[in-house]
């Protein structure tokens, strides 16, 4: 490794993932469901923001202005080419956290925000950070964290160990971080295959190293084998941050608040019966075995009365990102998978089903002659917002002054994906962030906008992008080798998605 790196890994980039957490137009609505004044918006930060995709395309698609690092010149330039691509108001350096915490020439935050950031640096940095949160978020002002979690890697933490350790001994750095990532899979696997206690008293590490074989290996690297790797109980966060002033607000993953389907009516009992918030929050963790959580912590908790809580949720805008047929009427939790309420939802989802924005207050009227309370359409939403469907929506007038920065960089990154899927989200105006959009969706987007008009054309102009490079269609985990099976196979998703995503998009104003 790199004198720069501090232990991180820097020998392959972090993957190009988008956090919808990380959206600041989402604080609100989840903020006001856990019954609190929501934050102001207009100025946000991210710490270690990777290959920066969230922070450009957060960036593009409303009106805030962005400040971020990334200690990494490579994932900072690549993340600066996207800021020129769109002419946000994204300023993206790459420096180490003690540099660009300490600058005198930053503005103060109403949101900053770190994903997947926390556990994997060392205590010097998150002393850094939290210094830097008690310096520069506004009274006001909301934190997010991601962060691994005890209880939930207590199991598999010693394995992790192992392996990090099997590199450093038995690797060496001219082989490179992927192959010695490959060797210590594989010496994992012959350790338990020999079938020892401590498998037998852990039968699900077994199961983890099987489906980290399977895994994308610059996500692995990032993600495992950094020096700095400390999971930690939520207490122990809660602790970490109390010099910077914040309060816990309530998790970032709108489903974390439906207790019904992580939690027995048993388990909420003995939850409700401890009075400490930060101390049931914990025993929470134990009763999920939670292994990564996402908070939001706000400096200055505001309590709202269910009267102000019910009135300024009336007035927050959502949008059915989802075709309405492809919403299912189920939903995933820790135990297991949930039916929804079909004479709550089919009206919601109904209400919902042009894809235009609504107001929550709206969807009440809307509803309200089938029976449906108002809570109910408080909790549907979060349930969807949890579960993908529906995204927060912009006011129409930050919409359209958005709308010129995300075209700008929409056309960027689908001029990309002539060659590559590595970015597989495209930015809205609508909801204020990205929205997942496969490669070959974004070529037939790009068909569309060279003039061809149906979806066979679409499908034909993909073709000759993808067998001018080599490329073949991957079917149901085969290669497609007959030129007219990868036609047929193109046509078949470009008439789906002109069916069914093609609307969806034109209603986000992303095509």
Same mark, same amino acid.
């Given at each position: 490794m790199?004198?720069?790196?501090?232990g991180?890994?820097?020998?392959?980039?972090y993957?190009?993932?988008?956090?919808?957490?990380l959206n600041?137009?989402?604080?609100?609505?989840?903020?006001?469901?856990?019954?609190?004044?929501?934050?102001?918006?207009?100025?946000?930060?991210?710490?270690?923001?990777g290959?920066?995709v969230?922070?450009?395309?957060h960036?593009?698609?409303?009106d805030?202005?962005?400040?971020?690092?990334?200690?990494?010149?490579?994932?900072?330039?690549?993340a600066?080419?996207l800021?020129r691509?769109?002419?946000?108001?994204?300023?993206?350096v790459?420096?180490?956290?003690?540099?660009?915490?300490?600058?005198?020439?930053?503005?103060?935050f109403?949101?900053?925000?770190?994903?997947?950031?926390?556990?994997w640096?060392?205590?010097?940095?998150?002393?850094?950070?939290?210094?830097?949160?008690?310096?520069?978020?506004?009274?006001?002002?909301?934190?997010?964290?991601?962060?691994?979690?005890?209880?939930?890697?207590?199991?598999?933490?010693?394995?992790?160990?192992?392996?990090?350790?099997?590199t450093?001994?038995l690797?060496?750095?001219?082989?490179?971080?992927?192959?010695?990532?490959?060797?210590?899979? &594989?010496f994992?696997?012959? %350790? =338990? +295959?020999?079938? /020892?206690?401590?498998?037998?008293?852990?039968?699900?590490?077994?199961?983890? !190293?099987?489906?980290?074989?399977?895994?994308?290996?610059?996500?692995?690297?990032?993600?495992?084998?950094?020096r700095?790797?400390?999971?930690?109980?939520?207490?122990?966060?809660?602790?970490?941050?109390?010099?910077?002033?914040?309060?816990?607000?309530?998790?970032?993953?709108?489903?974390?608040?439906?207790?019904?389907?992580?939690?027995? &009516?048993?388990?909420?009992? %003995? =939850? +409700?019966?401890? /009075?400490?918030?930060?101390?049931?929050?914990?025993?929470?963790?134990?009763? !999920?075995?939670?292994?990564?959580?996402?908070?939001?912590?706000?400096?200055?908790?505001?309590?709202l009365?269910?009267?102000?809580?019910?009135?300024?949720?009336?007035?927050?805008?959502?949008?059915?990102?989802?075709?309405r047929?492809?919403?299912?009427?189920?939903?995933?939790?820790?135990?297991?998978?949930?039916?929804?309420?079909?004479?709550?939802?089919?009206?919601? %989802?109904? +209400?919902?089903?042009?894809?235009?924005?609504?107001?929550?207050?709206?969807?009440?009227?809307? !509803?309200g002659?089938?029976?449906?309370?108002?809570?109910?359409?408080?909790?549907?939403?979060?349930?969807?917002?949890?579960?993908?469907?529906?995204?927060?929506?912009q006011?129409?007038s930050?919409?359209?002054?958005?709308?010129?920065?995300?075209d700008?960089?929409?056309a960027?990154?689908?001029?990309?994906?002539?060659?590559?899927?590595?970015?597989?989200?495209?930015?809205?105006?609508?909801?204020g962030?990205?929205?997942?959009?496969?490669?070959?969706?974004q070529?037939?987007l790009?068909?569309?906008?060279?003039?061809?008009?149906?979806p066979?054309?679409w499908?034909?102009?993909?073709?000759?992008?993808l067998?001018?490079?080599?490329?073949?269609?991957?079917?149901?985990?085969?290669?497609?080798?007959?030129?007219?099976?990868?036609?047929?196979?193109?046509?078949?998703?470009?008439?789906?998605?002109?069916?069914?995503?093609?609307?969806?998009?034109?209603?986000l104003?992303?095509?």
């Amino acid at each position: 490794m790199n004198d720069w790196s501090g232990g991180y890994v820097t020998d392959i980039g972090y993957t190009y993932g988008y956090y919808v957490e990380l959206n600041p137009l989402r604080v609100p609505l989840i903020v006001l469901n856990a019954g609190l004044t929501p934050p102001p918006l207009g100025t946000h930060g991210e710490l270690g923001f990777g290959q920066g995709v969230s922070i450009n395309l957060h960036a593009a698609a409303s009106d805030a202005v962005w400040y971020g690092t990334d200690f990494n010149p490579s994932q900072a330039a690549f993340a600066q080419t996207l800021a020129r691509a769109s002419g946000a108001q994204a300023h993206l350096v790459d420096e180490a956290f003690a540099d660009f915490c300490t600058r005198s020439d930053l503005p103060d935050f109403d949101f900053i925000g770190l994903h997947g950031i926390w556990s994997w640096i060392s205590d010097a940095n998150r002393a850094v950070i939290v210094d830097f949160v008690r310096r520069k978020l506004k009274v006001g002002g909301v934190l997010y964290i991601s962060y691994n979690t005890l209880p939930g890697w207590s199991a598999f933490a010693p394995m992790r160990h192992l392996m990090v350790h099997h590199t450093d001994i038995l690797g060496t750095q001219a082989e490179g971080i992927v192959r010695r990532i490959d060797e210590a899979i &594989a010496f994992a696997e012959k %350790l =338990l +295959a020999a079938n /020892p206690l401590y498998a037998r008293a852990n039968p699900q590490v077994v199961e983890r !190293v099987k489906k980290i074989k399977e895994q994308n290996r610059h996500y692995l690297a990032h993600e495992y084998f950094n020096r700095d790797w400390h999971p930690m109980h939520f207490a122990t966060m809660a602790e970490w941050l109390q010099p910077a002033k914040v309060h816990f607000a309530c998790s970032a993953h709108a489903l974390d608040h439906i207790d019904a389907v992580h939690l027995s &009516a048993e388990q909420q009992n %003995l =939850l +409700a019966q401890i /009075p400490d918030r930060l101390f049931r929050e914990t025993v929470r963790d134990f009763m !999920v075995n939670q292994q990564f959580r996402r908070d939001y912590w706000v400096k200055g908790v505001q309590r709202l009365s269910p009267l102000e809580q019910a009135e300024a949720l009336r007035q927050h805008r959502v949008v059915l990102t989802t075709p309405r047929s492809d919403v299912p009427l189920k939903v995933s939790g820790t135990l297991g998978e949930a039916n929804l309420v079909e004479n709550v939802y089919h009206p919601v %989802l109904d +209400a919902l089903a042009d894809h235009k924005p609504k107001t929550l207050g709206w969807i009440e009227q809307a !509803v309200g002659g089938q029976g449906v309370r108002f809570a109910q359409v408080q909790q549907a939403v979060m349930v969807l917002l949890g579960a993908g469907h529906v995204q927060p929506a912009q006011e129409e007038s930050v919409t359209a002054r958005a709308r010129k920065a995300t075209d700008r960089l929409n056309a960027h990154i689908m001029g990309k994906a002539r060659a590559s899927n590595d970015l597989m989200y495209l930015a809205s105006p609508v909801t204020g962030g990205g929205v997942p959009v496969s490669r070959f969706e974004q070529l037939f987007l790009l068909a569309a906008k060279k003039g061809r008009k149906q979806p066979a054309e679409w499908a034909e102009w993909a073709w000759e992008v993808l067998a001018a490079q080599g490329q073949r269609v991957v079917k149901e985990g085969r290669v497609l080798e007959r030129p007219e099976d990868n036609l047929a196979e193109l046509q078949a998703q470009a008439r789906a998605f002109a069916e069914k995503r093609l609307p969806v998009l034109k209603a986000l104003q992303i095509a």
